[in-house]
């Protein structure tokens, strides 16, 4: 900038001492014209970006600090020399992998076509995806049946035709295609068990499966009607039902096998010949006549248990990650009315997921249950849920129920599973769609399950 100042006052001082024409800069060709004319240039530019240049605002004057009290540091923390601490070996523990909430359904081959008819199915599978569904549990053996082509049976001869689907299809393959593509569980349900009805062609070609009660009764009345019972202590029964799920296994991509509250026996059967005589054998004396006897009792629930743990070890040693999901009664009923030991299962870890099914119409009596002891544990070890009825065709139950039953569960972490597909809007008081936007709400979110 002090250089423009001396070129400028150079320039006055040469025009005022020789005047302008004496430079010659009305003389373009001039070589004193083209000198000033450069000069002048220079001049202009240097001045450009200072003329350019927003006026400088003075800095900010910053309100006069607020006086604070002194603050005092923080004392010494004073700590007491301790001896070095002999390092002890660290003690193993599994990791605990946090599982997304069981939010399952039962699929059922009763009051229902949904598993045959694909179109349906499709439908079925979209609208449990959409809604935060995770888990379907399909039957497979029912009544004396099964609901897929099955080697066992024919060998068996006890089911001599195959059911297949609407559309010709094998149905739980059918299933476990689209379910997957949705991210949904397939844990094949064996609702069953050890019942079938006394007219099935299981029953009648094996009458030496059967047990019976101390009189002599074959029968017994129940919620599926008039059955009887095979005998689970017979090893003939046992390796039928064993092949029977590892049918399931080895043949198709699923992600468990689930066994309910009649993988058991009441406790009033348990006086056929072939048990009378293996509890001589081991004990010495006669069964006792009264079915509630407590040692009675123990030894038919072990005998269960030994099974489940052979079932569960088989299961295991084809897939290792198969989900072994158990679906009983709350305990005081499944062990003392069904022989049951299923909290015994928990804790010898034969058991990987626990659905007790809770179906009473008293609010007081649902959440009684689901604070019970045995529930409680079984939550520090494998997922746990509780199955809640949604409706059957002539008994509908209101939404503000199931969602109560819903809520209570939740409180304390537990998962649900619903009985059945059809009632969760079908057979309802509500509009489905209404039915449906509230099952929404309660699983506003995904909960993607994934196998062991």
Request: charged share 20%; net charge neutral; glycine share 4%.
């Amino acid at each position: 900038m002090k250089f423009c100042f001396f070129i400028k006052d150079w320039l006055r001082w040469m025009i005022g001492k020789r005047g302008v024409r004496s430079l010659g800069i009305l003389n373009a060709t001039s070589p004193r014209f083209l000198v000033a004319l450069f000069l002048v240039s220079l001049i202009a530019v240097l001045q450009i970006p200072a003329i350019a240049q927003p006026p400088i605002a003075p800095p900010p004057i910053a309100p006069p600090p607020i006086a604070q009290p002194p603050i005092a540091p923080p004392p010494m923390l004073q700590v007491d020399p301790q001896p070095a601490a002999t390092p002890q070996p660290a003690t193993p523990q599994p990791p605990i992998a946090k599982q997304a909430e069981i939010r399952g359904v039962w699929m059922t081959s009763n009051d229902s076509d949904i598993l045959m008819d694909q179109p349906k199915l499709e439908e079925a599978i979209g609208q449990l995806s959409r809604l935060h569904f995770n888990t379907l549990y399909p039957v497979v053996w029912n009544s004396g049946y099964v609901t897929y082509p099955s080697t066992v049976v024919q060998e068996a001869g006890i089911q001599n035709f195959v059911r297949r689907g609407i559309q010709g299809q094998d149905m739980l393959a059918d299933l476990v295609q689209r379910a997957h593509r949705k991210n949904l569980l397939v844990i094949p349900w064996f609702e069953f068990g050890f019942m079938t009805p006394p007219t099935s062609e299981l029953a009648l070609n094996h009458p030496d499966w059967l047990t019976q009660q101390r009189d002599g009764t074959q029968t017994w009345i129940g919620a599926a009607g008039e059955v009887v019972w095979l005998n689970p202590f017979h090893p003939q029964v046992q390796k039928f039902i064993t092949d029977l799920v590892l049918e399931v296994v080895t043949r198709y991509d699923i992600d468990g096998v689930q066994f309910d509250d009649h993988t058991s026996l009441p406790n009033v059967f348990g006086y056929d010949s072939y048990t009378r005589s293996l509890y001589q054998q081991e004990t010495g004396s006669s069964p006792p006549s009264d079915p509630y006897n407590s040692s009675w009792v123990r030894w038919r629930a072990d005998k269960i248990t030994a099974f489940v743990r052979q079932l569960n070890k088989a299961v295991k040693e084809k897939k290792p990650n198969v989900i072994f999901s158990v679906t009983p009664n709350p305990y005081h009923v499944a062990y003392d009315s069904h022989l049951q030991d299923w909290a015994r299962w928990v804790r010898d870890d034969l058991v990987d997921e626990l659905i007790v099914q809770v179906y009473r119409d008293e609010m007081d009596f649902f959440t009684a249950e689901l604070n019970r002891p045995e529930v409680k544990a079984a939550q520090k070890k494998i997922p746990t849920a509780v199955g809640i009825l949604t409706g059957l065709r002539n008994r509908p139950v209101p939404m503000p129920f199931i969602q109560s039953k819903v809520r209570a569960a939740r409180d304390r972490n537990l998962g649900v599973a619903f009985f059945f597909f059809e009632s969760l809007w079908e057979y309802a008081p509500e509009p489905v769609a209404e039915r449906q936007s509230d099952f929404l709400n309660l699983f506003p979110n995904p909960a993607v399950r994934s196998s062991i």
